[in-house]
Structures are given as C-alpha cells and as structure tokens.
C-alpha cells in the first residue's frame, strides 16, 4: 500500500479504552486508495489501517476538539478540526449536510429567512388548523362534565345567583331559542341556564354545550328578537366548538413559547397572552356571523340586537367607568376588553363594541327574500 | 442556556421549585463541564514538568458560529414539527460540550436523541394537561408526585452521557434518595395546596387565605428544597468511581436569596421614592392651580419603569452568587472548585443581553448564551493536582465500564 507524501495527516491523542486517561500521541493519515486512515502511534513503525465508515466522528466545531471514537472503544481526540476534515475528506469521509449548511452563510441565511416566513404561517394558519383538527377528537361527553364542574363552582363561590325570571318565562325563552335553531341540521345538544349576576347583562357559552343567560340581558333587551340574537351568537360558539379550540391552541400555543423563550418565561407569558386574545376575537367574529345568518333565516330583524348592544355598552360605561380609562390607556384603540370578575379563565374577550353594533344594523340592509 | 419547562405559561398554579431548579442541576453545560478530573501527567514532553496548582476551565465557542448552528436548527424543527428538536438539543450540547476545556482536553456528549425526543413528548403532554381549568390541579399533583423519579433518570441519563478523555461520569443516586431529599418538602407542599383547594371550594375566603400562606410558605421553603436537590444531585455524582462532595449548608442558599431579596427591596424602595418626589411636586403645583407637567410624568414614568427592569436582574444574581456557593463547596477527590463569577459584571452583561434578545424578538439569544456561558465556565477551576487525577481515573476504569448508557428507560426532561 502506498502512501504519498501528499496525503493530508492530522496529529492526535489516543486515549484507550482500557488505559487510565493517559494520552499517547499519534498520527492519522489519510489512504485515500483504501478508503482508510492510517493510524501510527508516535514512535511506533507499525501502522493500523481503518476503514472510515467504521469510524465514529464527532461533527465539525470550528474551536472545539473533534472526537474519533474507534472500533474497541479508543479514542481519538484532534485539535485540529478543519485538518481532521481533509484528512477523512481525502478518505471519503464527508461532513454531514446539516453540519454543512451549518458552516455556510448562504445557508443560514436561507434559514433565518425561512424560519421567519414558517413562524408567521404557523402562527396565522398553522397552529389555528391543527390545534382545531385535535378538538375533534374530544368527546363530548367530557366537555358536558366539565361544564357542570365549573357551573357549580360559580353557584358555590355565589358569582351566579338564581335567576329572579319566572319558570314560564324561562320555558318561553327556551322554547323561542329551540325554534331559531330548528332547522340548523346536526345541531349540536344544547341546554340554556338561567341565572343571575348582579345586574350584569352578559350571556356565555360553556364548551360543553351549556349556554348561560344573566337576568340582566333578558331585562336590558329591546324584544325577545334581540335575545334569539344573542342566543345565535352563543349557539355558534358551541357549533364551532371554539371553547374547546381556544383551550388547543392555547396549549399549543404555550408549548411553543416554552421552546423558543426557554428561560425567558415573562415575555413567554405575554407572547402566549397576545395570541389568545387574537383567537379569540376571530371566534367572537365568527359567532356574530352565526347570529346574523340564523336571525335572517328567521327573518328577524338585527337591528334589535345592535340595540341591546348598545344598552350593554352603556351599562358597562356607567358602572366601570374608573376602569375604563386604564383600559383604554393601555390596549390600543381596536379592542375593548369585556371583563367580568367570575367568568372562567378560558372564555374569550371581543373585538371592538363598536364595530359589532355597526354589523348588526347594516346586517338588515339586505332585504329578506319575498 | 438550558430552557427550563414553563408549566405556568398561561396559567397560574403556583410555581414548582424543580421546574426552575432542574436546569442547573441537569446538565447546565457549565456544571457538566465543572465536574472534571485534573489532568494525568502523560508521557507527551510538551508540558511543563511542574503541575500548576490550579487548572482553569476555558470556553473556546462563539457566538456567531453558534448562531450559524442555530438558525439551521430551528429551520429543521419548524419543519418538521418540533421533532427534529430532540437532536437539535444533542447538537447543541455537543456544542458546549466539546467547546469546554479543562487541562488541554474537552469534554463530549454521548446521549440519544430518542430519549430526549421521549422527554420532550412527555413536556408536552404535561403543558397540554396544565391548560385543562379543573384538570390542571390532578396533572400538578402527578407531576409533583413523580418528579423525584423523572429527577433521578434524568440525571442517571446526563451523567452517563458525558464523558472526558474516554472516561464516562456516572450518577449513582437512587430513586429512593431522591424521594428521601424531595419527599417532605414536596409532600408538604401538595397536603397545603390540596387542603387549600378544598378549602376554596366550601369557604372561598378562608381557602384564599390558605392558599397564599401556602405559596408564602413555598417561597420560603424553596431554598431549601434546591439545596436538598443539590445534596442529591452532588453526592450520586461520581468521576469515574470518586464521588464529589458537598461542603455547604442550606444556610448559604438563605444567604444568597436574602441578598436577591434586599437587592429588590432596595430598587423598590429608590422607585417609591422616586415616584413619591416627583408625584409630591405635582400635587403641589396642581393645588397652587398649574397644569399636569406632562413632560415631567413621562420622565417619571421611564425612570420608574427603569428600575422595574432592573429587577429582572435578581435572576443573574441568584444565578451567578449560587454558582460561586455551590462550587466554592464541591470537592472531588477532596480537591476543591473554585468559581469566581463577578456578580455586579455578570447581572449588567445579562441585563444589556436581555434587551438586545428582546429587540431582535430573540435571534440575538445565540449570541447572549454563548456570552454568558463563557463568564461562567471560564470562571471556574479546580485545584486537583496531577497526581490526584491520576488516582481518580486509575479507579474509574475497574468499576464505571457499563453503567445505565443503553437502558431503555433513560429520558430526559430538563428542556
């Protein structure tokens, strides 16, 4: 076997498997007709010819000592990291292509650019499609449960007080609502509770398929036209599940975050935040889209929900006005936020009021068909 | 360095000291690399006949190739889902790794991407469970419950993963010990959370009121908690078959978090005052009838904000003063380290670090890392001699050959 002078060589220390951490200097040469390394002890004549491929290498750090883990355990350890690479390069052994990439500016360029392109898709497309794909898989049967769970609690901590309706009442609302609805095909089962809160006017949706109006919005509406809008509304967050989707793509969300923010989980925190209250105002958006289709199927007029928008709007401006300020002052001018203080955690906040109640009434400039 | 799991992302459970205390005890590349032997005098005449009396540890990676190495990465783990990232993180501890230098040799990293990847799967579900409203406290408690046993296959599986000149550390702890070092504290803290929740559910006044002397409690038994992980953690780790020694009481972790806690205190108290002067002025030239100087509010605002921030620098110092506590009272073989990380040096370098992460939305953070970790790991040395490590690794041989490196079971679980 010959070997040319040429041949690229990279001096090195062996550690033996068996040894106790002494280092014996030697010498790796490249045989680039063997596809081998020639390994020579420093002051040996004797050489040991090794095929690459049974070679163990360490990746190609630019600083760091590259490591050869040899058949029997030994092992090699180079300074010389780049001289390593010719010597296996002369012997057929090549870098990685990740470890190459890794080494070209092209590539890394190529990959910020990417990467920044992949995060905003996942963020507006990706996520969104997969975490909704997953709540199909939820039984519903779950959800109900978990719906009765924290409907107890609420009654227990005394945020949800009996409703002051009379039971006709109550049976009358239900029996309008299941009419609205009657002809949405596979609609989804769906309760309507009574209760009170103060004299807060809000309504909300459980996951599970429980639908909860407060005396104060069947008190502060127009006509009951104005409450089969809103129970659309509610209707159309169990049709699209979103109680459960926003829970997904929270989780998502936060696992993300965890990845990239690593330690840095206060700004974590706040990215994940961020991105629940865009979810959410898409699944209020949606919802609103639900109420207007089913009330001109009825062929009821939206103008009555817009008003008893604005009659909440109000009330909310009346009695929360100290808080209004600091709200205002901090989120910009395109959300408003709705809070009320027992809601649980995963109910969403809304788009702007304002914006809604303008929907609402133009929604009736399209005349019902004769 | 390490990216700890964040189970309270999104949610509010009170905080689990192991969350935050397993990345610097498993495998922080600074300490991995820490736990080194000294060198053996080789028969190679190039060095010096007389052994210096302390060896120092050198970093010689950088931030830019690092950043190279990075972006390839998170490219390859957007792309396929976040599976990729399980050898992302090999990669990136090989990295730290063979870039860390004690006595001419680096150190290596011989884990499996598969076990990381079964560590990360489980991470996931975790946060998953943590989102669920009534769910979360159940998956808390689980995780709470099993956490010495998920602690110990970590560190088993770091420890025998890592290796210097050919030589494989080991981690000999077993799962009853760190049952044994966790198990009162954190029995402690699930009989108050779930007593404090029952309470809640029957009597929300009074179940409130248990619950934040719970989480009270939590943080004044935290340091405590760290200090028994580290006992754990120091005692079962052995180069070869010479185990390292702890030196330190609890009592030194209580002095470092009263000094983070004094350090707050004191930027609290220069934000009141600042704050209280400014807001005093005002009132004054509002009642003599003058307009709200809203120049000088925003001035207010930026100088109070300011030292808002600068409390984010309590973590770099807890960070960097226990570092120094831990090392100065470890010993291997009966030599001790020496770490001398500049606090005040450390805290301003993180802080400057922080900000440029956050400008960039995070694609300076290589380059911070890579900073950072240098201070720490070139801070450190050990004061072995030559012979001492000799001994050390003569003994290794006999007994460290086929420890746990290809049980099935090993995860990983510090993300």
Do not use: C
């Not at chain 1, 890794?102 to 996942?122: E, T």
């Not at chain 2, 002067?277 to 509010?297: E, I």
């Amino acid at each position: 076997m010959t070997q040319t002078s040429q041949a690229p060589r990279v001096s090195a220390r062996l550690y033996a498997a068996t040894g106790a951490a002494i280092a014996r200097p030697v010498t790796l040469a490249a045989s680039p007709e063997t596809g081998a390394v020639l390994l020579s002890v420093d002051g040996d004549v004797e050489t040991r010819q090794i095929a690459v491929r049974t070679l163990d290498v360490s990746e190609r750090f630019t600083h760091a000592t590259r490591r050869i883990t040899l058949p029997g355990g030994d092992v090699l350890e180079v300074d010389d990291g780049a001289q390593l690479g010719r010597v296996l390069a002369a012997a057929g052994l090549h870098d990685a292509p990740v470890t190459r990439w890794q080494h070209s500016w092209r590539m890394v360029i190529v990959s910020l650019v990417l990467s920044v392109i992949a995060a905003v898709a996942g963020y507006v497309w990706g996520l969104p499609f997969a975490s909704d794909h997953l709540a199909r898989f939820v039984p519903a049967s779950w959800m109900q449960s978990l719906d009765d769970v924290v409907m107890g609690q609420m009654q227990r901590q005394d945020s949800l007080e009996p409703s002051t309706l009379t039971p006709e009442r109550q049976e009358q609302l239900r029996n309008a609502f299941k009419a609205a609805v009657s002809s949405q095909s596979n609609a989804p089962a769906v309760n309507v509770y009574f209760f009170k809160m103060g004299d807060t006017p809000n309504a909300f949706a459980l996951p599970g398929g429980s639908i909860v109006f407060l005396d104060g919005i069947v008190k502060a509406a127009p006509n009951d036209d104005a409450l089969v809008g809103v129970f659309a509304h509610e209707f159309g967050h169990v049709v699209h599940r979103h109680g459960l989707r926003n829970l997904l793509r929270t989780a998502m969300v936060s696992a993300v975050a965890a990845w990239y923010f690593g330690d840095f989980t206060s700004i974590a925190n706040a990215a994940i935040l961020m991105t629940q209250l865009k979810y959410s105002r898409d699944f209020e958006t949606q919802a609103d889209d639900t109420a207007i289709e089913i009330m001109r199927a009825q062929k009821l007029d939206t103008k009555s929900l817009a008003e008893l928008f604005r009659r909440m709007r109000d009330h909310r401006g009346a009695g929360e006005h100290d808080h209004d300020h600091s709200d205002a002052a901090k989120e910009p001018p395109a959300k408003v936020k709705t809070k009320l203080p027992s809601i649980p955690e995963f109910l969403s906040t809304h788009p702007d009021i304002e914006r809604r109640i303008e929907r609402f009434e133009g929604a009736t400039s399209v005349a019902p068909k004769p | 360095m390490n990216e700890p799991i964040a189970p309270n992302a999104g949610r509010t459970p009170p905080p689990t000291p192991s969350a935050l205390e397993l990345v610097p005890l498993a495998a922080t590349a600074s300490e991995q690399a820490a736990a080194a032997p000294p060198p053996p005098s080789t028969p190679i005449p190039m060095r010096a006949n007389a052994p210096s009396p302390v060896q120092r540890f050198e970093f010689t990676g950088s931030g830019s190739e690092y950043f190279k190495i990075w972006i390839v990465n998170v490219l390859l783990t957007i792309v396929t889902l976040g599976i990729y990232s399980a050898w992302a993180k090999v990669r990136r501890l090989r990295y730290f790794y063979n870039n860390t230098r004690f006595a001419g040799s680096s150190f290596d990293f011989h884990g499996s991407p598969i076990a990381i990847l079964k560590g990360r799967i489980i991470a996931v579900v975790l946060i998953a469970g943590l989102q669920v409203p009534i769910l979360n406290f159940l998956v808390l408690a689980l995780y709470l419950a099993g956490l010495p046993w998920l602690l110990q296959r970590s560190l088993r599986f770091h420890m025998a993963n890592t290796s210097y000149r050919n030589l494989r550390f080991a981690f000999l702890g077993t799962v009853k010990g760190a049952y044994a070092a966790l198990l009162i504290p954190i029995g402690v803290l699930i009989a108050a959370g779930a007593i404090s929740g029952l309470a809640m559910w029957k009597f929300p006044v009074v179940g409130s009121i248990l619950l934040i002397i719970t989480m009270l409690g939590f943080y004044a038994v935290g340091p405590y908690i760290q200090y028994r992980m580290r006992r754990y953690y120091t005692e079962g780790a052995h180069a070869g078959a010479s185990p390292f020694a702890l030196h330190i009481g609890a009592g030194q972790y209580y002095v470092v978090y009263l000094v983070a806690l004094g350090f707050m205190m004191a930027l609290g108290a220069v934000a009141a005052v600042v704050l209280g002067f400014t807001v005093g002025l005002d009132m004054m030239s509002l009642a003599k009838g003058g307009n709200l100087p809203v120049g000088k509010m925003i001035i207010t605002g930026i100088l109070v904000g300011s030292v808002y921030l600068a409390m984010l620098a309590v973590a770099p110092l807890v960070v960097a003063m226990l570092q120094n506590t831990i090392w100065r009272g470890t010993s291997l073989a009966g030599k001790r380290f020496k770490s001398d990380v500049p606090v005040p040096k450390f805290m301003l370098t993180w802080l400057g670090q922080t900000f440029l992460t956050v400008i960039t939305l995070g694609l300076y953070r290589p380059f911070a890392v890579v900073k950072l970790a240098r201070m720490r790991i070139e801070a450190m040395a050990w004061t072995g001699s030559a012979d001492t490590m000799i001994a050390v690794l003569r003994e290794a041989n006999q007994k460290a050959v086929g420890s746990e490196v290809s049980d099935l079971m090993d995860i990983d679980i510090a993300l």
